[in-house]
């Protein structure tokens, strides 16, 4: 994705190290997925925007444990 020009570096990723060969690439899991949410919009000819896209869903620390304690209780 980043030879097609999908993921800019310096936006959605960047480079550390002095590696000649391969350096590490740190990504923007958020700012990946937002890229790859347009491209796939593109492709299906629908317009979305930025706005459209919507956060991961996430949960409460107390909710979790109340999840985990349901566990099998044999």
């Known amino acids: 994705?980043?030879?097609?020009?999908?993921?800019?570096?310096?936006?959605?990723?960047?480079?550390?190290g002095k590696g000649t060969i391969r350096g590490k690439h740190i990504y923007c899991l958020e700012l990946c997925r937002?890229?790859?949410l347009l491209r796939t919009?593109?492709?299906?000819?629908?317009k979305a925007s930025a706005e459209q896209i919507k956060p991961a869903e996430t949960y409460s620390d107390s909710y979790l444990k109340e999840?985990?304690?349901?566990?099998?209780?044999?």
Do not use: D, H, N, W
């Open 1 to 16: 994705m980043r030879s097609e020009g999908l993921l800019v570096p310096g936006v959605e990723f960047y480079t550390l």
């Open 41 to 46: 919009a593109e492709k299906t000819k629908l």
């Open 67 to 74: 999840l985990i304690s349901r566990r099998c209780k044999a």
């Open 34 to 36: 937002k890229a790859l």
